[in-house]
């Protein structure tokens, strides 16, 4: 299929192709960190603002990969953007913020009583998110499985309509301020100028032992089995006996587990919460989730600490405002130059 | 009756219909106060229309799902800010730039051209615009055309938003959230008539009306010419299409540009009708919005589409603020009606697509190779969507 859309078939024009297919994006996500690192040296003889940038931008990017592992376990599994998901993120911090406020953590408890509270509001909040996650596909994918495709995607932005109304209705549609329990900006670490607060080992600690969890379970258990099976081909899979909805909804549920610890994260991070919060998010991270190539959970994560990187250089030196410009417009070069992403294989679509 | 005598006699019906309801709509405006608030949803009603039918064109003839589409509405929005107001101030000299303008703007700074000079314009920009946005989606499939016009869309919205502090030789982009206003209404050169919202509407739903039919012309007739076969070939099957001799990147290219035209239009004109070109009308929402359209109504089908925008810019404009807003308070409830709208609109796209995922009037072709599907295939290719391969 490749053969009608490929061009002239001269080899050193392909091999050029291959070179920039290969390259073009490294070169491309190296430029800004690059350019701003010789700009710091020259101005201030050091790099500690570039430092600063890609701690932050590590510790914003483990969101972004949480996120982006959603994304990307539901595409490889069904093909859909599953674009709700970012909503459900949403949901994620609204629940954990509401269980640590009816729990009665406030910045006057004691260290021990806010590793409780939180562990709490973390559990609480993966589970609703999880369980949330795998009933919008009950409800509104499955039944659509046979459909046209379109007809899924259309669902899944009615549902993430759905749930903004749902967001709107529960906290308003202002941003809300929440109490900063860990007291996320305190430094804890000073190395060479740069600084790595509390906020950066919370988020750090929370998502790499997830992540590694993640990791083990598709890769190892026999449930991870299936999944992978059904991705690759869900007919091949039911033939060999799996239970192909099941398989669905497990999926469904890790993402949204993912999702909700994510949310708890960026609430205790950013210190606000917000019904459109989860579009924003939601967007990024599919563009990391896209980055890494999709369908690849590896791809995510690094996906998911790139775009954090990107994010944060930009919001810092060009202005917050520019940022999604210069996201989307990374997310247009990487479908330009490599469609399946940094880690990604050919997929039928990217082709 | 033979079949060619049926199908004859179907076409005429449909003919006489068609007739009937343009005639209708035609009338419409009389029925109400020239200022009359169904009037101002008719008005809108209509520019969603044609760009229902523009996006139909990209999504539903040539098989590209664009999910940007507001980036379209925003050009053709602009396009009346820039060319009809005094936002660039200072151009041209102390009297401004004019072109065929009113009476009144003429004697405003600013560049101030021909309400139908700027809709030319709108167009171009837009088709330009719309053949730039799916240069990097020629080798794209599916989900990922959707990706990239997606980032576009929002690249567009953005720069709208920010664009206050961008600024060109002393001239910001846009005004953001500001708005630019006020902008010039238009104005019939020939017979020498303004037109004016504060006092009568029906000029506004007139000209709606004719865009309107213009655009059902040429969709019509774009589905029915050479390139309009063309894309269908392409959405049936990119590879065949291409070993029959279907040029894939001039094919494409024209379906995108052809699709943006029309959004640029309807864009132009709800611009200057609302008079105030503000960033926060440009927001993904809208381009589901036009889509939903699109999929409710039956994706390719033109009246199906027609149906489907008819249909939701109702139901936003009209019965959820208007007749519906105090229902709940009705029902000893505390709230208004518009607070759940967002809500109320994700529950019909879900519930529409769960009960009938083809859309109300699927077109007929597509609904004859549905049925085809089901037989040759066992089930599996049911619905299939020729947007995306078949899962193996």
Same mark, same amino acid.
């Not at chain 2, 405006?29 to 200022?35: A, I």
């Not at chain 2, 960033?279 to 036009?290: E, K, L, R, T």
């Not at chain 2, 967002?342 to 004859?368: A, D, H, S, T």
């Not at chain 2, 549905?370 to 193996?392: D, F, I, K, Y």
């Given at each position: 299929?490749?053969?009608?859309?490929?061009?002239?078939?001269?080899?050193?024009?392909?091999?050029?192709?291959?070179?920039?297919?290969?390259?073009?994006?490294?070169?491309?996500?190296?430029?800004?960190?690059?350019?701003?690192?010789?700009?710091?040296?020259?101005?201030?003889?050091?790099?500690?603002?570039?430092?600063?940038?890609?701690?932050?931008? %590590? @510790?914003?990017?483990?969101?972004?990969?949480?996120?982006?592992?959603?994304?990307?376990?539901?595409?490889?599994?069904?093909?859909?953007?599953?674009?709700?998901?970012?909503?459900?993120?949403?949901?994620?911090?609204?629940?954990?913020?509401?269980?640590?406020?009816?729990?009665?953590?406030?910045?006057?408890?004691?260290? %021990?009583?806010?590793?409780?509270?939180?562990?709490?509001?973390?559990?609480?909040?993966?589970?609703?998110?999880?369980? #949330?996650?795998?009933?919008?596909?009950?409800?509104?994918?499955?039944? %659509?499985?046979?459909?046209?495709?379109?007809?899924?995607?259309?669902?899944?932005?009615?549902? @993430?309509?759905?749930?903004?109304?749902?967001?709107?209705?529960?906290?308003?549609?202002?941003?809300?301020?929440?109490?900063?329990?860990?007291?996320?900006?305190?430094?804890?670490?000073?190395?060479?100028?740069?600084?790595?607060?509390?906020?950066?080992?919370?988020?750090?600690?929370?998502?790499?032992?997830?992540?590694?969890?993640?990791?083990?379970?598709?890769?190892?258990?026999?449930?991870?089995?299936?999944?992978?099976?059904?991705?690759?081909?869900?007919?091949?899979?039911?033939?060999?006996?799996?239970?192909?909805?099941?398989?669905?909804?497990?999926?469904?549920?890790?993402?949204?587990?993912?999702?909700?610890?994510?949310?708890?994260?960026?609430?205790?991070?950013?210190?606000?919460?917000?019904?459109?919060?989860?579009?924003?998010?939601?967007?990024?991270?599919?563009?990391?989730?896209?980055?890494?190539?999709?369908?690849?959970?590896?791809?995510?994560?690094?996906?998911?600490?790139?775009?954090?990187?990107?994010?944060?250089?930009?919001?810092?030196?060009?202005?917050?405002?520019?940022?999604?410009?210069?996201?989307?417009?990374?997310?247009?070069?990487?479908?330009?130059?490599?469609?399946?992403?940094?880690?990604?294989?050919?997929?039928?679509?990217?082709? | 009756?033979?079949?060619?005598?049926?199908?004859?006699?179907?076409? !005429?019906?449909? !003919?006489?219909?068609?007739?009937?309801?343009?005639?209708?709509?035609?009338?419409?405006?009389?029925?109400?106060?020239?200022?009359?608030?169904?009037?101002?949803?008719?008005?809108?009603?209509?520019?969603?229309?044609?760009?229902?039918?523009?996006?139909?064109?990209?999504?539903?003839?040539?098989?590209?799902?664009?999910?940007?589409?507001?980036?379209?509405?925003?050009?053709?929005?602009?396009?009346?800010?820039?060319?009809?107001?005094?936002?660039?101030?200072?151009?041209?000299?102390?009297?401004?730039?004019?072109?065929?303008?009113?009476?009144?703007?003429?004697?405003?700074?600013?560049?101030?051209?021909?309400?139908?000079?700027?809709?030319?314009?709108?167009?171009?920009?837009?088709?330009?615009?719309?053949?730039?946005?799916?240069?990097?989606?020629?080798?794209?499939?599916?989900?990922?055309?959707?990706?990239?016009?997606?980032?576009?869309?929002?690249?567009?919205?953005?720069?709208?938003?920010?664009?206050?502090?961008?600024?060109? @030789?002393?001239?910001?982009?846009?005004?953001?959230?500001?708005?630019?206003?006020?902008?010039?209404?238009?104005?019939?050169?020939?017979?020498?008539?303004?037109?004016?919202?504060?006092?009568?509407?029906?000029?506004?739903?007139?000209?709606?009306?004719?865009?309107?039919?213009?655009?059902?012309?040429?969709?019509?007739?774009?589905?029915?010419?050479?390139?309009?076969?063309?894309?269908?070939?392409?959405?049936?099957?990119?590879?065949?299409?291409?070993?029959?001799?279907?040029?894939?990147?001039?094919?494409?290219?024209?379906?995108?540009?052809?699709?943006?035209?029309?959004?640029?239009?309807?864009?132009?004109?709800?611009?200057?009708?609302?008079?105030?070109?503000?960033?926060?009308?440009?927001?993904?929402?809208?381009?589901?919005?036009?889509?939903?359209?699109?999929?409710?109504?039956? %994706?390719?089908?033109?009246?199906?589409?027609?149906?489907?925008?008819?249909?939701?810019?109702?139901?936003?404009?009209? #019965?959820?603020?208007?007749?519906?807003?105090?229902?709940?308070?009705?029902?000893?409830?505390?709230?208004?009606?518009?607070?759940?709208?967002?809500?109320?609109?994700?529950?019909?796209?879900?519930?529409?697509?769960?009960?009938?995922?083809?859309?109300?009037?699927?077109? !007929?072709?597509?609904?004859?190779?549905?049925?085809?599907?089901?037989?040759?295939?066992?089930?599996?290719?049911?619905?299939?969507?020729?947007?995306?391969?078949?899962?193996?």
């Amino acid at each position: 299929m490749e053969a009608a859309t490929a061009p002239g078939s001269r080899a050193t024009a392909r091999s050029a192709r291959e070179t920039v297919s290969r390259y073009g994006l490294i070169v491309l996500l190296a430029v800004l960190p690059i350019v701003y690192g010789i700009v710091d040296l020259a101005e201030q003889g050091d790099l500690s603002r570039l430092g600063n940038n890609l701690v932050a931008g %590590l @510790s914003n990017g483990a969101i972004w990969a949480l996120v982006a592992l959603g994304y990307t376990l539901v595409y490889g599994i069904i093909e859909l953007i599953n674009f709700a998901h970012g909503e459900v993120f949403m949901i994620g911090s609204f629940v954990a913020v509401g269980i640590w406020t009816s729990v009665g953590l406030t910045l006057a408890t004691g260290p %021990l009583g806010i590793a409780l509270g939180l562990f709490l509001a973390l559990i609480v909040a993966m589970l609703a998110t999880g369980t #949330l996650n795998v009933m919008i596909e009950r409800v509104a994918y499955r039944p %659509l499985r046979n459909a046209p495709k379109l007809a899924a995607l259309i669902t899944a932005v009615g549902f @993430s309509f759905i749930l903004q109304n749902v967001g709107i209705l529960w906290r308003g549609s202002s941003q809300q301020g929440v109490d900063d329990l860990v007291r996320s900006q305190t430094e804890l670490l000073d190395l060479f100028g740069v600084s790595i607060s509390r906020g950066d080992v919370l988020a750090i600690g929370i998502t790499a032992p997830l992540v590694v969890l993640l990791t083990a379970f598709v890769g190892r258990s026999r449930l991870g089995k299936a999944m992978r099976a059904t991705a690759q081909d869900p007919e091949a899979a039911r033939l060999m006996g799996i239970n192909v909805d099941t398989t669905i909804s497990l999926t469904f549920l890790i993402g949204g587990l993912m999702a909700g610890a994510a949310g708890m994260i960026y609430a205790l991070y950013q210190t606000n919460v917000w019904y459109f919060q989860g579009f924003t998010a939601g967007l990024i991270a599919f563009t990391a989730a896209v980055m890494g190539g999709i369908g690849n959970l590896r791809g995510a994560v690094l996906g998911g600490l790139i775009i954090g990187c990107i994010q944060q250089i930009s919001d810092n030196r060009i202005g917050g405002d520019w940022t999604p410009v210069i996201v989307f417009s990374y997310l247009v070069l990487i479908m330009t130059l490599r469609p399946q992403g940094l880690l990604g294989e050919e997929t039928r679509e990217a082709g | 009756m033979s079949a060619f005598a049926k199908l004859k006699a179907d076409r !005429r019906l449909a !003919r006489g219909t068609a007739v009937g309801v343009i005639a209708l709509a035609g009338a419409f405006p009389l029925f109400f106060d020239s200022l009359a608030t169904q009037l101002d949803t008719a008005i809108y009603v209509l520019a969603y229309v044609c760009m229902a039918l523009g996006l139909n064109i990209v999504v539903g003839f040539a098989g590209l799902l664009d999910i940007g589409y507001v980036a379209f509405y925003a050009i053709g929005a602009y396009s009346v800010g820039w060319l009809a107001s005094d936002h660039f101030t200072g151009i041209g000299g102390d009297s401004g730039v004019h072109l065929a303008a009113s009476e009144f703007a003429s004697s405003l700074s600013g560049i101030h051209l021909n309400f139908l000079l700027i809709l030319l314009a709108a167009m171009v920009i837009a088709a330009v615009l719309g053949a730039l946005i799916g240069l990097p989606t020629l080798r794209l499939r599916g989900d990922y055309i959707a990706i990239v016009t997606l980032a576009f869309g929002e690249i567009v919205g953005r720069i709208a938003l920010n664009g206050d502090s961008v600024s060109i @030789s002393g001239y910001a982009l846009t005004n953001g959230q500001q708005a630019i206003a006020p902008v010039d209404q238009p104005y019939l050169p020939l017979v020498g008539y303004e037109f004016d919202s504060a006092f009568n509407l029906r000029p506004y739903y007139w000209t709606g009306l004719l865009l309107v039919l213009f655009t059902l012309f040429v969709n019509f007739r774009l589905r029915d010419s050479r390139l309009g076969r063309a894309w269908i070939a392409v959405r049936e099957d990119e590879v065949a299409a291409a070993s029959m001799g279907v040029p894939l990147v001039r094919t494409k290219l024209l379906a995108y540009a052809a699709g943006a035209a029309l959004g640029g239009v309807a864009g132009a004109f709800l611009g200057a009708y609302t008079a105030a070109i503000n960033s926060n009308q440009f927001q993904f929402s809208f381009s589901i919005f036009v889509l939903a359209m699109v999929i409710l109504g039956g %994706l390719g089908s033109i009246w199906g589409v027609v149906a489907g925008a008819v249909a939701l810019a109702t139901i936003d404009r009209y #019965l959820i603020p208007e007749v519906f807003n105090d229902a709940p308070s009705l029902l000893g409830l505390d709230f208004k009606l518009t607070q759940l709208s967002f809500g109320i609109f994700g529950f019909l796209l879900v519930l529409m697509m769960v009960l009938r995922p083809e859309g109300l009037f699927p077109e !007929r072709r597509r609904r004859l190779e549905l049925a085809e599907g089901v037989g040759a295939a066992g089930g599996m290719g049911v619905g299939e969507e020729s947007v995306h391969e078949a899962r193996t």
